[in-house]
Nanobody
Framework: QVQVVESGGGLVQAGGSLGLSCTVS????????LGWHRQAPGQQRELVAR???????SYGDAVRGRFTITRDNAKTTVYLQMSSLLPADTAVYYC???????????WGQGTQVTVSS
């Protein structure tokens, strides 16, 4: 059974940095592409960053150059390092797991990131 657990959210001042982690259990990590999405109140969920099985990364326009996604296959964990944070980055951040050959979507419970001005 696949379980997705995020950690690392919190409150930070604008211009600061924060790191998120997402640990995935279920012996599928090497077959999965991983992503971070976020949803602010009253807005649709949007893609923040994605990393493929081979390590290729892509970013949403709003965060490119400020956020970095990485993965550690040995620890079955994906990370999101956020820097130069803006109040507009305030949202609940969700980890998404896309497993090769599995049509289901797997999401974590979300972790709140709040950036104060």
């Amino acid at each position: 059974q696949v379980q997705v657990v995020e950690s690392g959210g919190g409150l930070v001042q604008a211009g600061g940095s924060l790191g998120l982690s997402c640990t995935v259990s279920g012996n599928i990590f090497s077959r999965a592409a991983l992503g971070w999405h976020r949803q602010a109140p009253g807005q649709q969920r949007e893609l923040v960053a994605r990393i493929s099985r081979s390590g290729f990364t892509s970013y949403g326009d709003a965060v490119r150059g400020r956020f970095t996604i990485t993965r550690d296959n040995a620890k079955t964990t994906v990370y999101l390092q956020m820097s130069s944070l803006l109040p507009a980055d305030t949202a609940v951040y969700y980890c998404h797991v896309d497993i090769l050959g599995d049509s289901r979507d797997y999401w974590g419970q979300g972790t709140q990131v709040t950036v104060s001005s």
